[in-house]
């Protein structure tokens, strides 16, 4: 079998001669299509569902397709204003999403392929939203502030106008492969059917076996996900790619532990480990619940980034990883693995937020637990 090395910097002296280097065997794969980059953006969550939703198609039709990111960026970013400003700026406007919510853009506004749609104006080859998003606070604030006493009815027109600018207008109608669609009736094309996909989660202050809305900055449509036990949370993450299904991921990426440069990620035992395990493998943290909770609550857990995972990788001691793709590119002088993060079980325990995944990847058990 062979064997995918991580690259190391010995000259640093972060690692010792003695070390036990990581050596990364394939356990499982789902077909996936290329690491790319989210660039200068805040839209993870449509990068990684998106990249899910490839996986899914090719899973379902067998036919690969390149996704518009920005398509489903471009469609929720007027729900986000409108949460923000009906809420009265009590809400959260950012960058941020979760994955159920480009279940929702294609609910609403169907897919489009990146060849149709790709989000950039002006001959950029880049995506940058940066002051995209400046101008967009900058207006939602003056239209809560109202200092004319009255919210004028043209508010959610120049939302869009501002989005039309910096991302393009939407396609109504276009041509794929010789055939004509528009975009629901190219999601219906892909074999996607949003209601098949369910959003899985793990803490103890909510009841098991029981959808419920997780308290986090980025969920602000409060999209739903059901609650299981931890063990039960990772048993059906491994029981989806044992059957071919990957999974979109919510989760904790702030962490010196979690590290795009070296490709992996992990939870030491011992805090003089915090480095050496970038290279080497070490015994790592037994993680409970209960630990899991406290620190989701003292918000050293907290919903950073969404990825993709597609399979696992083993190293020579039979310790299992998730392989989880990300969207900080593939440059090999920037990120190690070709863009993907080999997960530890224990930090996939500790500090993954939540999963998404079609419904039929969950094991049989847990459906019936959960009435699915």
């Keep these: 079998m062979k ?6 910097l010995f000259a640093s002296g972060l690692f010792s001669a003695s070390a036990q280097n990581y050596e990364f065997q394939k356990v499982n794969d789902v077909e996936c299509l ?14 990684s569902t998106s990249s899910f939703l490839e996986s899914e198609i090719i899973r379902l039709t067998g036919k690969k397709i390149d996704l518009s990111e920005m398509y489903q960026a471009r469609t929720t970013y007027p729900l986000k ?7 009265q700026g009590k809400a959260n406007f950012s960058e941020g999403a979760l994955a159920h919510d480009v279940i929702t853009s294609v609910t609403k506004y169907g897919l489009v ?22 101008v967009l606070e900058a207006m939602l604030k003056t239209y809560v502030s109202n200092p004319s006493g009255k919210l004028s009815k043209n508010w959610k027109q120049a939302v869009n106008a501002v989005l039309d600018i910096y991302l393009g207008s939407i396609p109504t109608k276009f041509e794929y492969e010789g055939k004509n669609y528009t975009p629901k009736s190219f999601a219906e094309f892909t074999k996607i059917k949003p209601e098949n996909y369910v959003t899985l989660t793990s803490f103890t202050h909510e009841a098991n076996y029981k959808p419920f809305i997780l308290n986090i900055p980025d969920n602000f449509s409060n999209g739903s996900m ?26 904790d990426v702030s962490e010196p532990t979690f590290s795009g440069k070296y490709g992996v990620a992990f939870v030491p035992e011992k805090e003089e480990d915090t480095k050496t395990g970038l290279g080497e493998i070490i015994i790592e943290k037994n993680i409970t619940p209960e630990y899991r909770q406290q620190e989701f609550e003292n ?5 950073d980034h969404l990825m993709h995972i597609v399979g696992k990788v083993k190293d020579q001691k039979g310790n299992v990883y998730y392989k989880v793709k990300n969207s900080w590119g593939s440059d090999e ?23 998404m995944v079609h419904k039929d990847g969950i094991s049989k058990e847990t459906k019936k637990k959960l009435g699915l």
């Design 3 to 8: 064997k995918l090395y991580i690259g190391l």
């Design 34 to 47: 290329p690491v790319i980059s989210q660039d200068i953006t805040g839209t993870c969550w449509s990068f």
């Design 333 to 355: 002088k920037k990120v190690a693995n070709g863009g993907y993060v080999y997960m530890s079980v224990p930090y996939m325990k500790l500090k993954a937020i939540s999963v």
């Design 81 to 87: 204003a409108e949460n923000y400003v009906l809420r």
């Design 226 to 251: 059901y609650n299981l036990p931890l063990d039960e949370f990772i048993a059906n993450i491994d029981n989806a790619l044992a059957n071919g299904y990957s999974l979109s991921l919510d989760c």
């Design 113 to 134: 392929p990146n060849s149709i749609y790709d989000g950039l104006n002006d001959d950029a080859s880049k995506h940058n939203h940066a002051e995209m998003v400046a």
């Design 299 to 303: 918000l050293s857990t907290t919903d």
